[in-house]
Antibody, heavy 121, light 108 residues
Framework: QVQLVESGGGVVQPGRSLRLSCAAS????????MHWVRQAPGKGLEWIAI????????FYADSVKGRFTISRDNSNNTLSLQMNGLRAEDTAIYYC??????????????WGQGSLVSVSS | DIQMTQSPSSLSASVGDRVTITCRAS??????LAWYQQIPGKAPKVLLF???ILGSGVPSRFSGSGSGTHFTLTISSLQPEDSATYYC??????????FGGGTRVEIK
């Protein structure tokens, strides 16, 4: 079955960096676009980034553009999110999620359990 | 960017009630609209996509309708396990794939 397992979250000081990973299994990873979505404590869902199935295109929400970088390793079935210049408002649970096969824009049909990032001094 | 506006932000209803949640897009998104259910402490789960196509394993009491800019999610007979927050999301053309603000459904 499809599994997405995030890791790498934790407590980090403002201005520092953190890298999240998402290990995928149970499907042909290289066929699917992948996303990161976050949820601040007590708030709604915020889509933040997508990378196409072949890694040829990436798009970001304005709130993270220029600070966060999404990447993927199709040989190791891994999605990553490099987060630089972290701010207090980046505190959230970060979910990786799968789009539809070969689709550049689609619903998110499988989600990981989330990884908590807390930015605090 | 396309903005998604949900209403109401919360509601309280009894078991067996018919519940309707509305989602409006700031521009025409055709039928590129999905609904998600998030139970507290859990990851979101897709309920419907393409406005009205049920996700895998989703009960038939959930249905969706609409097109263009106005969409609705209906729960035909509310069940205790439907206590959750519901989000709409557009996935029309290029990102960002914006979510609505969410509707919290509480069982009376």
């Amino acid at each position: 079955q499809v599994q997405l397992v995030e890791s790498g979250g934790g407590v980090v000081q403002p201005g520092r960096s953190l890298r999240l990973s998402c290990a995928a299994s149970g499907f042909i990873f290289s066929n699917f676009a992948m996303h990161w979505v976050r949820q601040a404590p007590g708030k709604g869902l915020e889509w933040i980034a997508i990378i196409w199935y072949d890694g040829s295109n990436m798009f970001y929400a304005d709130s993270v553009k220029g600070r966060f970088t999404i990447s993927r390793d199709n040989s190791n079935n891994t999605l990553s999110l490099q987060m630089n210049g972290l701010r207090a408002e980046d505190t959230a649970i970060y979910y990786c999620a799968r789009g539809f096969e070969y689709a550049s824009s689609s619903p998110l049909d499988h989600w990981g359990q989330g990884s908590l990032v807390s930015v605090s001094s | 960017d396309i903005q998604m506006t949900q209403s109401p932000s919360s509601l309280s209803a009894s078991v067996g009630d018919r519940v309707t949640i509305t989602c409006r897009a700031s521009q025409d998104i055709r039928n590129s609209l999905a609904w998600y259910q998030q139970i507290p402490g859990k990851a979101p789960k897709v309920l419907l996509f393409g406005v009205s196509i049920l996700g895998s394993g989703v009960p038939s009491r959930f249905s969706g309708s609409g097109s263009g800019t106005h969409f609705t999610l209906t729960i035909s007979s509310l069940q205790p396990e439907d206590s959750a927050t519901y989000y709409c999301q557009h996935y029309d053309t290029t990102p960002p794939l914006t979510f609505g603000g969410g509707t919290r459904v509480e069982i009376k």
